[in-house]
């Protein structure tokens, strides 16, 4: 049997991957002690790893396909194909930003300022790239973590080059953002090899879809509710959608039925605005995948 060789971050990537996987229909199980998951598709065969190495083995073909950060790529410098863009990370859907920071009384206050000076990251190559294209010259050196801590204590680092997503660590540690360098979301890459091959590239293709059809349905909900035709032109009238709604007659002539996808964040005040309006029999339901 053909198999697709796949590679799962491991850390703190790990559970929001497991549960993108589960809304997209895969149920991917885990022992504590063990490195290879049970995934129930039986032309899958996964490796949880550490997402920074998962680059370098997409590219040796070690793995076919894999989900990474787009900084790890660009730190590793591996030559793959990245073949789609997941907006998802560990605690929010927002994208990873790269910045450098300083200490909030620093007089560092632009990257001019940075010229001769040492950054401690754990992107020195990335971190090195960004400062050439920029023009600055400065040491950049690895730091083996708690980097926040480096530009506390004197004669360690006058900068750090770090990624946040919210910004709370920064502001916990009294740092200020001198600029930032890049944003970095989550890739699904393949090998070369991998993406010429036409069976695997149509079972990478069709996860990809999957798994986006997930996300894009994560923000999103079903409502489903009984209409009058009476105020049917005014439930419509208050009614943002996907796309057009669906309009189904019942057994009764005077009532139809309406269905829409939205957006969760609206329903809470959309339910009482379409309850007055005249709709009734409201249901909201939760969606796995919306596919365009």
């Keep these: 049997m053909k198999k697709l060789k796949i590679g799962l971050p491991s850390g703190s990537l790990?559970?929001?991957?497991?549960?993108?996987?589960?809304?997209?229909?895969?149920?991917?199980?885990?022992?504590p002690r063990s490195y290879v998951p049970d995934i129930d598709d039986p032309e899958l065969e996964g490796l949880f790893i550490r997402a920074q190495e998962i680059p370098r083995y997409v590219e040796r073909e070690v793995l076919d396909v894999g989900l990474t950060g787009k900084d790890l790529i660009l730190e590793s410098g591996a030559d793959v194909v990245e073949v789609a863009q997941m907006?998802?990370?560990?605690t929010t859907s927002r994208p990873y930003r790269w910045v450098i920071a300083v200490p909030e009384e620093s007089?560092?206050?632009?990257?001019?300022?940075?010229?001769?000076?040492r950054i401690a990251t754990e992107?020195?190559?990335?971190?090195?790239?960004f400062l050439t294209s920029k023009g600055i010259e400065a040491e950049v050196e690895y730091s083996w973590g708690s980097t926040e801590a480096k530009v506390r204590i004197p004669?360690?680092?006058?900068?750090?080059a770090d990624g946040t997503e919210t910004g709370s660590?920064?502001?916990?540690?009294?740092?200020?953002?001198?600029?930032?360098?890049?944003?970095?979301?989550?890739?699904?890459?393949a090998n070369h090899?991998?993406?010429?091959?036409?069976?695997?590239?149509?079972k990478a293709e069709n996860i990809v879809m999957l798994l986006r059809a997930a996300l894009e349905a994560e923000p999103k909900v079903g409502l489903k509710m009984n209409v009058s035709r009476k105020n049917l032109d005014v439930v419509l009238a208050s009614l943002p959608a996907l796309n057009t709604p669906?309009?189904?007659?019942?057994?009764?002539?005077?009532?139809?039925?309406?269905?829409?996808?939205?957006?969760?964040k609206i329903v809470r005040d959309l339910i009482p605005k379409l309850k007055r309006a005249g709709a009734e029999g409201i249901i909201e339901y939760p969606l796995n995948k919306v596919v365009y």
């Design 87 to 90: 907006t998802y990370s560990k």
């Design 14 to 31: 790990q559970e929001a991957t497991l549960k993108l996987f589960a809304k997209a229909g895969y149920r991917i199980t885990v022992s």
């Design 193 to 202: 090899g991998a993406w010429k091959d036409p069976w695997k590239r149509e």
């Design 123 to 129: 992107l020195v190559n990335a971190t090195k790239q």
């Design 246 to 264: 669906t309009v189904s007659g019942l057994t009764d002539p005077d009532w139809v039925a309406l269905e829409i996808i939205t957006d969760e």
């Design 107 to 117: 007089p560092i206050r632009t990257l001019e300022d940075l010229r001769g000076k």
């Design 169 to 189: 660590s920064l502001r916990a540690n009294r740092l200020r953002v001198v600029e930032t360098m890049f944003e970095s979301t989550t890739r699904f890459i």
């Design 155 to 160: 004669g360690l680092a006058d900068a750090i």
